[in-house]
């Protein structure tokens, strides 16, 4: 089994994508319904709570393994196919201190990253969750998740990296993640740090809001494109139970 991807691609055309948002925005809600994925896509995911565990993303079952092995495998298995599939790690006695949580991210990152083939006819799609639980910069990320947004492209790995903060999270996420969904957020800092970045003001960021009224409950949004120019104000609106 390879501990490197395969087949550099540069004429391979993905852009990875952010999602950011105070708890209950609709980051994950935004991961199934943007359209940067698809039902039949490959999709991995770091789930450290199990969030997805006994879940359908997209419609189809996901798949949670509490091993690195047992997740090294169920994607080994799938990626030497074409078909979709939904695979998740979820350890079953989570660490608690965020360094030991790092550790066994980067652990997951690098099974990822073994994955990815230029020449496969699926992109692997990566949904890291909550990152802001094992980033520890600001800065650069100097790790294999570092790897993975600045070289994954090649590999045909499509990263999407879910975080609840920005202020915190390091610079090569926001600028290499070319989507970004931008949720609700709960701190000036946050709005600021990535207002310029969709050419808005922080006062922009700061007026999304959750509503209720007859249609159902709103969430607002703000979704830029890859390029510029092209930040749309949107919402997800769900239905009040009858
Ligand atoms: N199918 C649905 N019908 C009604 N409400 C829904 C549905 N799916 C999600 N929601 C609501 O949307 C909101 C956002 O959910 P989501 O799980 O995407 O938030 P989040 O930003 O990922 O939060 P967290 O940071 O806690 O993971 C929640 O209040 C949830 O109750
Ligand atoms: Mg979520």
């Given at each position: ?8 691609n540069d ?86 201190k965020k ?144």
């Amino acid at each position: 089994m390879n501990l490197s991807p395969i087949n550099p691609n540069d004429a391979l055309d993905i852009t990875h994508a952010l999602y950011a948002g105070t708890t209950g925005s609709c980051k994950s809600v935004a991961t199934q319904k943007i359209g940067l994925i698809s039902a039949t896509d490959q999709v991995a995911f770091w789930d450290l709570y199990g969030q997805y565990k006994g879940k359908e993303f997209l419609g189809r079952k996901v798949r949670t393994y509490t091993t690195l092995k047992g997740f090294l495998m169920a994607l080994h298995a799938g990626r030497k196919t074409k078909q979709g599939f939904k695979i998740a790690f979820t350890p079953n006695n989570p660490p608690k201190k965020k360094a030991l949580i790092r550790e066994l991210f980067l652990k997951v990152c690098g099974i990822v990253w073994a994955m990815g083939n230029g020449k496969h006819p699926k992109t692997l799609h990566f949904i890291a969750e909550e990152i802001n639980r094992v980033t520890v910069s600001s800065g650069d990320e100097d790790s294999i998740y570092g790897e993975i947004l600045e070289a994954g492209r090649k590999f045909n790995i499509m990263c999407h990296s879910v975080t609840q903060r920005l202020a915190p999270i390091p610079n090569t996420v926001i600028a290499m993640s070319g989507y970004k969904w931008i949720g609700r957020q709960d701190s000036v800092g946050d709005a600021e740090r990535v207002a310029k970045e969709i050419q808005l003001k922080p006062a922009d960021i700061m007026s999304l809001a959750k509503f209720k009224d007859e249609k159902g409950t709103h969430h607002e949004y703000y979704f830029k494109g890859t390029g510029f120019n092209n930040t749309v104000r949107n919402e997800f609106v769900f239905k009040n139970a009858a």
